[in-house]
């Protein structure tokens, strides 16, 4: 069994209690290995840590930031083979489907965001001959990273090469279920000396104790958060009597509008792959199919086929397409989602139950699941379900669609399907989302800005040039030219 540390001020710590909690491969149940339980005195170490090494990291030019971040996109790509292992056995991915986004992806993002260092430039002014104005983008300081558990390598190494290029140090807590995979990003950044020590620490404790009080701490400056918009409230509580900066990635429910002439085929392809892709365990996953009634039959037949094609099974199987869900306490969640759904009236047309035998036993499997007969009132329709479950509705009448797809308290993605991209593209001017696509859906990468608006996310974006600059602050100097 695996024994690891803490990262905290660039050495290898147990927590300041001794405690430790273990985790499990999600397969076969098996313990893999034991990682310290943080507790509020490691917070403290870890925030007075990140506190020391802000002068430092945060007085090296943009040019300096980036050879360093540079470097450790290069050590992740080193590191590939373990980290997609560990996120199979930890989380479930199956590890070919992971090299794309856990390594690829997140090496892209310290190497884009080594660019981007190079390039907070500020703006100047010209009010008065006599005055000089210019604004400048500075660091936003020392910031609480809390991330989720689906994609936990790429969610955690985004916020860290974003907050760096802008000149932060951090803190950085994954959830419990990933501690190994966490503590092997530890490993990656331990390698590359020229990172202040304390310029990122990794610690593993709960979120409801460590997290909360991360979210609290009047050493942190900004928390930088993914993860559902439940927590979300909680943590903008927990960081409103210090007011903190906050930069929140938050859950979805995302509408797919299928219109008669739409490329069918592309069409189930590309949602079919999105919606089973992690298991669904994707925030941008889609929640809601409308489905034009002249090709409800035929998208539906093409869809089935689709999702019986998945292969269910071991996440480091190279031919299996969907591994288990993440954990029991989950499982329970998409399996109380699937019951209600047949309760309240849907009709079940595949999957919907637990799979069982050898290989299955004793991991949380639930087949691609899909539900017809939708409407409005139901659970399935409303909630985030965060698991293998398309819910798909018929429509005939194009301003109720419309109605319906865009009354949700969520806005992070939202799709049409249609030729007739002028239409479309007017249609999506009624969607409050952070990305509309067009016989598409999402875009997520290095370069990419990535967020949701109304209750998806707060504060703006992830990725690319514009999340760089969520983790910096403006000041304005001024400069009278007379004597
Ligand atoms: P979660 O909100 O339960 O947990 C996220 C993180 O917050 C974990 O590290 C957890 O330990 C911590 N946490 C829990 N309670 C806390 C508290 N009271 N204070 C501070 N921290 C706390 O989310 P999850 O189940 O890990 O992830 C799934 C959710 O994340 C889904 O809703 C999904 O849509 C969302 N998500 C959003 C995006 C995005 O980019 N918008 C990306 C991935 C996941």
């Known amino acids: 069994m695996l024994e690891k540390k803490m990262w905290i001020g660039g050495e290898w710590v147990d927590a300041i209690s001794g405690q ?32 020391a090494a802000y002068p430092i990291w945060s007085a090296k030019t943009g040019n300096q930031r980036s050879e360093i971040l540079a470097k450790i996109g290069d050590a992740i790509k080193k590191h590939g083979d373990d980290i997609t292992r560990y996120n199979a056995i930890e989380h479930g991915l199956p590890k070919h489907l992971a090299f794309g986004p856990d390594v690829m992806g997140a090496s892209g993002n310290f190497t884009q965001a080594a660019a981007y260092a190079r390039h907070l430039v500020g703006s100047y002014i010209p009010s008065n001959p006599d005055r000089m104005y210019m604004l400048e983008r500075i660091p936003a300081g020392v910031c609480a990273l809390i991330t989720p558990w689906n994609l936990p390598f790429f969610l955690m190494v985004q916020k860290v090469a974003l907050s760096l290029a802008a000149g932060c140090t951090s803190v950085l807590k994954v959830p ?85 002439d739409a490329n069918l085929d592309r069409a189930v392809d590309v949602l079919g792959h999105h919606q089973f892709f992690n298991c669904g365990q994707a925030c941008g996953s889609p929640g809601r199919y409308y489905i034009h009634e002249s090709v409800y039959d035929e998208f539906l037949e093409k869809y089935l086929a689709y999702a019986k094609h998945e292969k269910v099974g071991n996440p480091l199987d190279p031919d299996i397409d969907m591994g288990p869900l993440v954990s029991e306490e989950h499982f329970n969640k998409v399996m109380g989602y699937i019951e209600s759904g047949k309760a309240e009236g849907a009709t079940l047309l595949l999957g919907g139950e637990r799979l069982t035998g050898p290989g299955y036993d004793n991991g949380y499997f639930i087949p691609p699941t899909v539900f017809t007969d939708v409407t409005p009132n139901m659970k399935i329709y409303t909630d985030e379900i965060f698991g293998p479950v398309a819910v798909m509705m018929k429509w005939s009448d194009e301003d109720e669609v419309m109605r319906l797809a865009t009354d949700n308290s969520y806005g992070l993605t939202a799709s049409i399907w249609s030729k007739n991209i002028a239409h479309a593209l007017k249609l999506g001017k009624q969607f409050t989302v952070g990305t509309f696509s067009v016989n598409q859906h999402n875009f997520i990468a290095a370069e990419a800005p990535w967020g949701g608006l109304k209750q998806s996310g ?5 990725g690319g040039y514009q999340g760089v600059l969520e983790f910096t602050v403006q000041r304005m100097i001024t400069i009278c030219l007379d004597e």
């Open 176 to 260: 419990s279920i990933n501690a190994l995979t966490s503590i092997k990003f530890a490993e990656i950044l331990a390698e590359i000396e020229e990172l202040p020590k304390g310029a990122v620490n990794i610690i593993t404790g709960p979120g409801t104790t460590v997290g909360t009080y991360m979210a609290s701490h009047p050493g942190i400056d900004c928390v930088g958060f993914t993860g559902s918009s439940e927590t979300g409230i909680e943590i903008m509580k927990a960081a409103a009597p210090t007011l903190k900066k906050l930069v929140m990635e938050l859950g979805g429910k995302n509408p797919a509008i299928i219109f008669p």
């Open 20 to 51: 430790t909690f273990t985790t499990k491969d999600v397969t076969t149940g098996e313990t893999l290995g034991s990682v310290p339980l943080a507790d509020k005195a490691d917070v403290d170490k870890a925030v007075a840590a990140a506190r």
């Open 458 to 462: 707060v504060g703006g974006r992830e």
